[in-house]
């Protein structure tokens, strides 16, 4: 356990379904991420907040719709998505002064979209 | 941009034999470098990084990696694997202090033979 939780941990769904992944860190931490990671392929930033505020998004489709209630958890709402979508999808943090010296990864989402 | 080369995509050694996984970089000033270690079904764990000083760096797990400006290269090494070191290790680079954005290269994948 590394202090940072994804759930669940497999997921499959339908191109019309719409579902939605978890995150979640007690480790007081500021910034959260989320990342792609496909076979084949590096990994991809796709979205980053700090203090639950949107920071950066990395030209994501929308039908990929993040959430940040508060620091401590970050969610991942689907819709409609495509099956070239499939993929491990890895949430990180990081206090927010020291960024990427100090990520934690979740052990991710792993993600097939039929 | 940064960016990040792992040339070699899987790599076979038996177990107690030395280790050396190859990385390259690309960025514009000092980076700061990092490995991750990713067992299957699980998320990143950091085995070292690099900010600056000694080059050589000693990580867990009896893994250390060497800092060569001139090369633009970050090597991890071990001298002697064992066969729970079978993994996917990431090299990555980041953009400096503070920054919170990490580039992973494309991975090599590790088979350790008995």
């Known amino acids: 356990e590394t202090g940072v939780t994804q759930t669940p941990r497999h997921l499959v769904m339908g191109m019309t379904n719409k579902k939605s992944l978890k995150c979640e860190q007690h480790?007081?931490?500021?910034?959260m991420y989320w990342y792609k990671q496909s076979a084949k392929k590096p990994l991809e930033l796709m979205f980053v907040y700090n203090f639950k505020e949107q920071t950066e998004n990395n030209s994501v489709p929308s039908r990929f719709s993040p959430e940040c209630p508060n620091s401590s958890h970050l969610f991942l709402h689907l819709h409609t998505l495509q099956p070239e979508d499939s993929a491990l999808y890895l949430c990180?943090?990081?206090?927010?002064?020291?960024?990427?010296?100090?990520?934690?990864f979740g052990s991710g989402t792993r993600l097939t979209v039929v | 941009a940064q960016s990040v080369t792992q040339p070699d995509i899987h790599i076979t050694v038996s177990e107690g034999a030395s280790l050396e996984l190859r990385c390259n970089y690309s960025y514009g000033a000092t980076p700061y470098l990092f490995w991750y270690v990713q067992s299957p079904g699980q998320g990143l764990q950091l085995l070292l990084k690099y900010f600056s000083g000694d080059t050589l760096v000693q990580g867990i797990k009896g893994f250390e990696a060497e800092f060569k400006r001139s090369q633009s290269s970050f090597n991890l090494r071990k001298p002697s694997v064992h066969w729970s070191d079978a993994a996917e290790y990431f090299c990555?680079?980041?953009?400096?202090?503070?920054?919170?954005?990490?580039?992973f290269g494309t991975g090599t994948r590790l088979t350790i033979i008995p």
């Open positions: 990180a943090s990081s206090p927010y002064d020291r960024g990427a010296q100090s990520y934690t």
């Open positions: 990555a680079v980041g953009a400096g202090f503070g920054n919170e954005k990490l580039t």
């Open positions: 480790l007081g931490h500021n910034a």
